[in-house]
């Protein structure tokens, strides 16, 4: 099992930016696929991103294409995700996760592909 801990949440208003973080521990981050993914009150939790262990493939979900940006640093065990122009509905928790069986063929949407995930940080954006 892999311990991921996020950081980097906050309030913010719509159209400002906030860099999350996740830390990752174990000498074997660098075979996993990483992604985050986010719970809003009352739903389901989302897919927003996913990465590859060498990061040469990246997914995003449509809601957040073109704003979000993942990114990971192999050396330092993190998976950071930028997110800019942000909305009120991207309000939620925010999950960072890790892919240990990943094959290195496809990334992950859906929750039920990633097996270890971290606490979460609340974002809030407020219109």
């Known amino acids: 099992q892999v311990q991921l801990v996020e950081s980097g949440g906050g309030l913010v208003q719509a159209g400002g930016s906030l860099r999350l973080s996740c830390a990752a521990s174990g000498r074997t981050f660098r075979r996993y696929a990483m992604g985050w993914f986010r719970q809003a009150p009352g739903k389901e939790r989302e897919f927003v991103a996913a990465i590859s262990w060498s990061a040469g493939s990246t997914t995003y979900a449509n809601s957040v294409k073109g704003r979000f940006t993942i990114s990971r640093d192999n050396a330092k065990n993190t998976v950071d995700l930028q997110m800019n122009s942000l909305k009120p509905e991207d309000t939620a928790v925010y999950y960072c996760?890790?892919?240990?069986?990943?094959?290195?063929?496809?990334?992950?949407?859906?929750?039920?592909?990633?097996?270890?995930w971290g606490q979460g940080t609340q974002v809030t954006v407020s219109s």
């Open positions: 996760t890790a892919d240990r069986h990943y094959s290195g063929s496809y990334l992950y949407t859906s929750p039920d592909e990633y097996d270890s």
